[in-house]
């Protein structure tokens, strides 16, 4: 993507900023278990409040069905935030109408409101114009840092954008961040370039699967989108999760792209997935009554081989169920090569947000890595296209 204007560029002095984050935090019993998120924005928010903004927040959580549901408002975020930034937040108690603009009107320089959940009113994800000239009406800047969502087209993503043009749009450092890795990643990679793609679906990643053919020197395969790759191959898979209707495309996958492609060598299987499940390897078939559900010792080694030669890694998906304890050694493995190479080889290593994320985390792995993405499903977008409609029309 072109350099795009970041909040840094902005005069936001005295004027108020509508900023969309991603506070789509877990909350449980009104508490929040986990607010990276709400970390991960504070550069942006603290960039704006220094400087004299009037800033205003929104945000999703969850996705409720029918208007506002008490256990999706974002009144836990908002008190979480003031806590972080040692300051009151205000609240809102929804995100749009005449009392929430008069609450934007009242903010002086510096001070912070959060908008009630955006997906209370339908029309957020229908990108309702009407809506989105009703959020528009609170601000005088608009920024997206909220990368976990800018690849949807929603009212608070692109049809607030677009009602505020002539007035100044940007992108605040998160996802700043977010384009560089990603962006340098997919448009000139150092190399070896080396891709990891674990998960169960084939589906869910084939058009990034296709994508990084094109542009890896390798692609490793985990999880059990590898099974789908062992029936093409004409192997017995037993009971393993596989997308038949997928097999075909596998095939003609590995006959276009073969010398690229790793699938794994062995595989760790049981006849149940539980924290007890006694389990054997195999090279090869898997047995009838038996499921694959993660990449044995001689696969780990592989794939770790392969890594250790790479200037940049990426990888999205576990290559087992992590987890379970007896199938976490696989995706183990692989988190600590990727690490391995970022800081013995100086390799740019970024993990594609979603469960590899959440992987690196548990094995307290994430500062030893390049970027660890904060969307899952909006970093296989940006490696498949290189671009969002969501940033593209910002200045």
């Known amino acids: 993507m072109a350099t795009k204007k970041t909040v840094k560029d902005v005069d936001v002095k005295g004027k108020r ?32 409040v220094s400087k004299g903004g009037r800033l205003i927040l929104m945000s999703h959580l969850g996705r409720p069905k029918k208007g506002p549901e008490a256990k999706f408002s974002l009144q836990p975020t908002a008190t979480r935030l003031g806590e972080l930034l040692g300051t009151t937040v205000k609240f809102a108690p929804d995100s749009i109408g005449p009392e929430v603009e008069k609450m934007a009107a009242d903010l002086k320089d510096g001070e912070v409101l959060m908008l009630e959940n955006v997906r209370f009113h339908p029309e957020e994800e229908k990108n309702d114009p009407n809506f989105a000239k009703s959020l528009a009406k609170l601000g005088d800047v608009y920024i997206n840092d909220a990368f976990g969502t800018a690849h949807r087209e929603h009212g608070s993503t692109f049809g607030v954008p677009q009602a505020l043009a002539g007035k100044p749009r940007a992108i605040g450092y998160l996802i700043q961040k977010e384009l560089k890795f990603l962006g340098e990643a997919v448009s000139n990679p150092q190399r ?66 073969g010398p690229k492609i790793l699938l794994p060598v062995d595989t760790v299987i049981s006849d149940k997935m539980s924290d007890d499940a006694v389990t054997q390897i195999v090279e090869g078939n898997i047995p009838d009554g038996m499921e694959g559900f993660d990449i044995g010792p001689k696969t780990r080694a592989l794939y770790a081989a ?3 030669k790479a200037k940049t890694v990426i990888w999205n998906g576990p290559m087992g169920v992590f987890e379970k304890k007896p199938f976490a050694e696989g995706t183990r493995a692989v988190a600590q090569a990727v690490a391995d190479a970022t800081q013995k080889s100086g390799a740019v290593t970024i993990i594609g947000g979603g469960d590899s994320a959440a992987a690196v985390e548990q094995m307290h792995l994430s500062d030893q890595v390049s970027h660890v993405s904060t969307g899952g499903g909006a970093s296989l977008e940006f490696l498949e296209s290189g671009h969002f409609s969501t940033l593209d029309i910002l200045d």
Request: glycine share 8%.
């Open 306 to 308: 392969e890594i250790a």
């Open 192 to 257: 070896p370039f080396v891709a990891i793609m674990g998960g169960a679906k084939v589906s869910d990643k084939i058009e990034v699967i296709k994508a990084l053919l094109g542009k890896a020197d390798k692609l490793l395969i985990g999880g059990a989108m590898a099974y789908t790759f062992f029936l093409a191959q004409g192997k017995q898979v037993g009971k393993s999760l596989v997308e038949k209707d997928k097999v075909e495309l596998a095939g003609e996958l590995l006959k276009t792209f």
């Open 17 to 48: 900023v509508l900023m969309r984050v991603d506070f789509n935090v877990p909350v449980e019993d009104g508490r929040i278990t986990d607010d990276r998120r709400i970390s991960q924005a504070l550069p942006t928010i603290k960039e704006v």
